[in-house]
DNA sequence: ACCGCGATGCACT
DNA sequence: GTGCATCGCGGTG
């Protein structure tokens, strides 16, 4: 089953664990999310927290579409736009196990391990050619392509990586156990 | 295992 | 000019 816009249409902190075990492809290319973080208005970590601006206006668009920026000067990162309109709220898709064309991916990144190729916000969208011409894209149109999970995937819970604002909210969701993640989460 | 740092774009103060 | 929602490499335990 694909996923519909409809499915990003609430609060992104029942977006976020609800896309632990969905799969990502881009083309036919790529995996099952492993790792997302939630990042929502009120939230002094989050792109949307100070409003709209060009770079973040995909952001504040209508949910289930992308909303793809450039970090730290180099890489790509891939959100999905959740909630309803005017509000900022996106899923940060961090990490994946990959599935789906696997030479593809590793041709991209330069990389042969398959621990590597999709284990970060930038090394998969460098895996899977996600880069500002993404930004803004509906994800239930080509050339995403987003399948629900078939079963309910065993989810941990984790502070969010990388960010220097609120870092105390567990707002970051993983598929237990996964040897795919960006970083494993402190062992319970 | 951890830690430091360079590469590099660009939104925002 | 500053500071990142990063990555990978090279140094040190």
Redesign the pocket.
């Given at each position: 089953m694909r996923l519909t816009r409809d499915f990003f249409a609430r609060s992104v902190h029942e977006v976020a664990p609800d896309l632990v075990g969905v799969t990502l492809l881009m083309d036919g290319v790529g995996g099952r999310i492993v790792e997302v973080?939630a990042?929502d208005q009120e939230d002094p970590?989050?792109?949307?927290y100070?409003g709209p601006?060009?770079?973040?206006s995909s952001?504040f668009g209508p949910p289930g579409a992308a909303?793809v920026?450039?970090?730290?000067?180099?890489?790509w990162?891939l959100?999905f736009v959740c909630d309803v309109e005017g509000r900022a709220e996106?899923a940060?898709i961090r990490a994946l196990e990959p599935t789906h064309g696997l030479d593809a991916m590793r041709a991209r990144?330069g990389?042969e391990a398959e621990r590597?190729l999709c284990?970060?916000?930038?090394?998969?969208c460098q895996a899977l050619g996600i880069t500002r011409e993404h930004d803004g894209l509906a994800l239930d149109e080509p050339p995403f392509g987003l399948l629900a999970r078939e079963e309910t995937p065993e989810i941990v819970t984790a502070p969010?990586?990388?960010?220097?604002?609120a870092t105390e909210l567990s707002w970051r969701y993983l598929l237990k156990d996964s040897p795919f993640v960006?970083r494993a989460p402190r062992r319970a």
């Open positions: 973080e990042y970590a989050s792109h949307g100070r601006t060009p770079r973040t952001m909303y920026y450039r970090s730290y000067g180099i890489h990162c959100n996106a940060l990144r990389v590597s284990s970060g916000p930038g090394k998969l969010r990586i990388g960010i220097t604002k960006s």
